[in-house]
């Protein structure tokens, strides 16, 4: 990979930054944890500062001290189960009470913001979730696990793979953050979801809208930040095992990770695998080459002295999953699989019914996917003067290949092999009274390559810099925060030609060449910016209000695609000369945050300029202009679509949770998600857009128990139900982008031009720690989804259209059923120094 010049001057320039900043003064904090009522000390509790990533744990005494830091002022986080979470702006040595409460009332949060900060001082719109949400919850992958937060939804290909989707808004318009940096691929593919392993996160952090000025061009929807544990307090080795089996599917997942700090080396290793066989609901019984596999490792090692830290980390991601094509036998109604046999039609593809052995098989058939990514982040936070400078780079390689033709199983038709490195550096200043600010530079740079023979894209590179600078001041009760930034992205597409008969590359005089793709660059220029407030009426009661724009530079696919694109039957046309999109976005919310309700309402109008979406072309007739270019090898003839611009506008969601302090054994919590899109001056065909989630509504009932016996603690038993309303704005000309037609195919013809129905599932769960001699021994968690079995196919779903079930008339292919998932989460704790 050829690394720009000005990527290797950014480098420098933070190296010698490294080199001659000199730290203040080194201190430490420490104090006692005592709670507020009893005045007692607290042993365990926990005190962080989330921007230097360090931490200590009071003893058995209450006491707790944080060594060797620059002294500054810090947003501090103490946290201990049973008891309200403190956060606090402070310099050092500082004493805290803590109030006994069953629910979290307070979060820190990162995401967007120049340095750690109270959620409900942030005028961004974000939500969260908890590492406990997520072990009390069951999921497939990394993006069902958060798929039912208000405003966040996934836009799905079985059970291994799922795309974000913010407020309607997905693909290369929401930014992915893993292990602190911006997950480089091949987003704009149907078929491609997130390559992150699940069971290295700790907690989610979603921020919804264009309101980040800190990620530049593809967060103009919104960001996922996968945020992993943080490092263990000095003198501590610990780890966990879970094991996680799902009825449905036959789910394995196995997970063995260890940790530790001593001396201020902090050290993490995880290894974990999950494989699943074909799912099954009640209509299609197992849905044939839904099964995947999935390994994944990670490791990370750091240090912490009195100039800051230094740590590197790596991790691999390795899945193995099919595709489901819908295909069935027309006699009974199954689907079958496609196979090629030398003896059987000449060894042409042929479909057959499988045996029961290869419906539940963990591994894929032909057609399946290998996915492959690899990074490695070195993040850095040095001393400088009172604030801090963070400096945080990775390299990453994403391989995706493809195997569709069962005649050549081993051989990838599609394969993408993409390397990329990504920069971020800024300084962050320390709280000066009531003023802190933030300003840096951050961009990518990436290469990728088509080393298939069905080619979509062109070989291309694109180097993106942004500079940007964020401001907070807090007047009285008043938080107001605000910034600027400016991004240019170059993109170079490269000049490429093949063999019009096996699609293979050749040279400019090669016999049947053909131009496939016109080298070409491209040049896109942008400015955000995002002013808001926060207003606290009390500590308990704000209200929040943001005015943001947003910038989005067109991907690869939409300035210069040429081809079928693989996953749909359409023939794929870029535009060069596309203009970026950009975004002005209005939020406001109010909300309440107490000891016995919190609820928060958020509402929204996005406005989109220069909306991006792929438009049907019409012949000189007026009918679907079709392209037979491709059908020497065997593609066929496939409707044109092309890139284009229109404007879209976009409603809001609301969260209600009910946990009286008085009544400590129950707890409501409810969600409501609405979400309206739409192409201005559009026809009805295409005015309202694809993959928009329905209006949605959640609600949770749980019964937490902090005591069962001497061998039980922190258990609970929850039941919800998640109801997804019938969606009638429909993007009609999905039919032709899906290759449907009223003679071939008019059951599924018909079904995508008709309202998507509604659903209502209900799911109960159970779990709680299990102790002996006061220790805890392991935890237990079982959650049922979808007890009464259900079917439903859900609008997110990409196999809402594949091919009817001529026995019985129903269209595409049906959601996963009733699933039991049982969770054994079993800790390590090899040593503990407090102090």
């Not at 066929?636 to 009910?658: D, H, L, R, S, W």
């Not at 739409?678 to 295409?686: P, Q, R, Y």
Request: proline share 4%.
């Amino acid at each position: 990979m050829k690394i720009p010049l000005t990527f290797k001057y950014i480098l420098f320039v933070f190296l010698l930054v490294v080199v001659y900043t000199r730290a203040e003064a080194q201190s430490s904090i420490s104090g006692k944890i005592t709670d507020g009522k009893s005045h007692s000390s607290l042993a365990g509790a926990t005190v962080r500062i989330p921007d230097l990533n360090i931490s200590a744990i009071s003893d058995s005494l209450g006491n707790y001290r944080i060594k060797n830091i620059n002294r500054a002022v810090y947003l501090v986080e103490v946290s201990i189960i049973g008891y309200a979470t403190h956060i606090e702006t402070s310099d050092l040595k500082k004493d805290y009470e803590l109030n006994p409460s069953a629910t979290v009332l307070n979060e820190v949060v990162v995401t967007g913001v120049g340095s750690a900060t109270d959620k409900q001082n942030t005028p961004i719109p974000l939500a969260t979730v908890s590492h406990a949400e997520l072990l009390q919850n069951s999921s497939t992958n990394v993006i069902d696990a958060i798929a039912k937060t208000p405003g966040v939804s996934g836009m799905t290909n079985g059970p291994s793979i799922s795309k974000p989707v913010i407020r309607g808004l997905g693909y290369n318009r929401v930014l992915t953050i893993n292990d602190g940096v911006q997950q480089v691929d091949q987003a704009w593919f149907d078929e491609f979801g997130i390559e992150a392993d699940g069971d290295a996160v700790n907690r989610y952090e979603i921020l919804k809208g264009p309101g980040s000025l800190a990620y530049g061009s593809d967060a103009i929807a919104g960001v996922i930040n996968l945020i992993p544990e943080a490092a263990l307090p000095e003198g501590q080795t610990k780890g966990d095992v879970l094991f996680n089996y799902q009825t449905n599917n036959g789910l394995i997942n196995n997970m063995f990770h260890l940790a530790g700090t001593k001396n201020g080396i902090a050290w993490s290793a995880r290894v974990d695998n999950t494989m699943a066989h074909a799912y099954r609901n009640k209509y299609d019984g197992y849905v044939l080459n839904s099964q995947f596999s999935n390994f994944n490792a990670d490791a990370t090692i750091g240090i912490h002295r009195k100039w800051g830290y230094s740590q590197l980390h790596a991790s691999y991601f390795d899945l193995r999953t099919g595709i489901v094509d819908g295909t069935r036998d027309s006699v009974s109604g199954q689907m079958v699989r496609p196979v090629s046999y030398p003896d059987l039609n000449d060894g042409e593809p042929t479909y057959v019914l499988p045996t029961h052995q290869e419906k539940v098989t963990y591994t894929p058939f032909v057609i399946n996917q290998k996915i492959r990514h690899t990074k490695v982040v070195w993040d850095n936070n040095i001393a400088a003067g009172s604030g801090r400078i963070k400096g945080i780079f990775s390299w990453q390689k994403n391989q995706r290949q493809e195997n569709n033709d069962p005649t050549i199983p081993d051989v990838s038709d599609i394969y993408y092999s993409s390397n990329a490195a990504t920069y971020d550096i800024r300084y962050v200043s320390s709280q000066e009274g009531p003023f802190n600010y933030t300003g840096g530079v951050n961009g990518v740079y990436q290469s990728s390559q088509s080393l298939g023979t069905l080619l979509l894209i062109p070989n291309y590179n694109f180097f993106e810099i942004g500079a940007f600078a964020i401001a907070n001041k807090k007047i009285g009760n008043l938080n107001l925060s605000g910034g600027i930034r400016y991004d240019t992205r170059s993109f170079n597409g490269l000049d490429h030609w093949v063999d019009s008969t096996t699609q293979a590359p050749v040279t400019p005089n090669a016999e049947n060449a053909f131009h496939e793709f016109q080298g070409f660059k491209s040049h896109f220029n942008g400015i955000s910016f995002s002013v808001g407030g926060a207003y606290n009426f009390s500590k308990n009661v704000f209200v929040k209000a943001n005015l943001s724009r947003g910038w989005r530079a067109p991907n690869v696919a939409e300035a210069a695609a040429n081809g079928v694109h693989d996953g749909t039957v359409v023939y794929e046309i870029g535009d060069h000369d596309i203009k970026p999109e950009t975004s002005l976005e209005e939020d406001i919310a109010f909300g309440v945050n107490s000891k016995d309700v919190d609820f928060e309402i958020d509402l929204f109008n996005n406005r989109i300029s220069n909306f991006i979406y792929a438009r049907g072309l019409k012949d000189a007739m007026g009918a679907d202009s079709i392209n037979n270019s491709l059908n020497a090898v065997g593609l066929g003839a496939a409707p044109v679509y092309k890139y284009t611009n229109g404007t879209a506008q976009y409603g809001g969601e609301v969260a209600f949770n009910i946990h009286p302090s008085s009544i400590s054994w129950v707890e409501l919590n409810t969600t409501f998600s609405y979400v309206y899109g739409h192409l201005v001056n559009a026809a009805d065909s295409t005015k309202y857009l694809p993959f928009v989630p329905p209006t949605r509504i959640t609600a949770d009932l749980k019964f937490p128990v902090s005591k069962i016996g001497n061998s039980i603690k922190n258990a609970y038993f929850k039941a919800g139900v998640l109801s997804c309303f019938q969606q009638n704005d429909v993007y009609r000309q999905y039919a032709i982008y899906s290759g449907l037609n009223t003679a071939l195919t008019p059951y599924e013809y018909a079904a995508s031009t008709s309202a998507t129905k509604g659903y209502v599932l209900f799911n109960a769960g159970v779990g709680g720690d299990i102790v002996s001699k006061g220790k805890t021994i392991c935890s237990l968690y079982i959650i049922c989804n979808n007890i009464f079995n259900t079917a439903y196919i859900d609008y997110m779903s990409r196999f809402k259209y594949l091919p009817v079930n001529y026995t019985t008339g129903r269209v595409g292919v049906y959601n996963m059923g009733r699933n039991l998932s049982i969770k054994l989460l079993i800790p390590l704790n090899f040593s503990g120094s407090h102090i």
